[in-house]
């Protein structure tokens, strides 16, 4: 348990997910906390999307695990079924009777039940003071930096849509599909939430958002399942974004700032996903300033070995030959099978 400190003012740059966590935790212990944003609102540039974040890594429950470091989150939809595609569409279905391999979040700034939301409203009640339009030159005068990155490592684009009746098909599980021709080092999600879903394609290769676009268009007026989903729905809006990843040796500036999130480049670089790592060092840069603590301790030692392994991924697929290689979905299948456990999923990557 964190022990409460007289009050004192902290100021945070930046409202996304990884400040606006650092700044609930602080608020929680006694801390007077601003936080500076440059945008008029809150959550990225886009106005909804569909995030996932993974719940089969470790054997704690991450929305349990969040509750426990004093972020209570809701509106999040168990997933408990993943269908990942190769090329030649043959497909694996990974599945759990018990545990969600993932909970799905809406994210933006038009939807009070999305993530980005919840921790608005979480931190204003508890007395957050959370500045928008405000445009800093002046890095220094912060605590902690929020503000993810102008570097690029890679780039997204999709829309996200709804379902035209509560009686339109919406099968409960998360699709990705593997196809250099669309999403090159990248994949393609289908990612539910409720009546709601999202069709992105990413790639780490330098793209511009109008190929990558193209790439998108020429997906779903080809791939079959997806063109049956849109048929049934109505699109609400575009999705563009880019992500940064890297395994700093030092997340803490010179004159003591801490880097948070993205900012960090606190994101897998395997896969993409970054909501994870978001509230984790949120929470663990609140936690250094309270107790006083290494946060480059903190943060290597809770997500710095997942972080590596998501690299070294990365780095294998990056050396690897599509047009000569088998695809690792395939080699999966043939031999376990097209239906497994998610259990005998990660038994099988470890081998």
Known sequence: MIKKKQKKEIKILGAGIAGLTAGIILAKNGYNVKIFEKRPNIGSYFEKDVHSIRNYLNNYDVLEKYKSIGITLKHAQPIFEEYR???????????SKEKPIFYNFIRGFKDNRSLDMQLLKTAKNLGVKILFNEKSKKNNKFNI???????????????????????????QAVYYFLNEEYAPRGYIYVSPFFDEFSVVVTTTKKIKKSNLQKNFNEFVKNNELVKGLLNQSTPQNEIFGFGFFDIPKTAVLNNNQIKIGEAAGFIDANTGFGVHYAII??????????????????????????LKEGLQKRIQREKSNPAIEENPIES??????????IEMYKKAKKG
């Not at 570097?151 to 009686?167: D, W």
């Not at 999966?332 to 456990?341: A, Q, R, V």
């Open 281 to 306: 060092s949120g929470y663990l840069a609140a936690r250094s300033l309270i107790e006083e603590k290494n946060y480059d301790t903190l943060w290597k030692k809770e997500i710095g070995e997942e």
């Open 85 to 95: 595609f190769a090329p030649s569409l043959k497909s694996l279905r990974i599945y």
């Open 332 to 341: 999966l299948i043939k031999k376990y099978g097209s239906n497994i456990s």
């Open 145 to 171: 930096i929020a503000t993810g990155t102008k570097k690029i490592t890679g780039v997204a684009f999709g829309k996200h849509y709804k379902l035209n009746s509560k009686t339109a098909s919406n099968n």
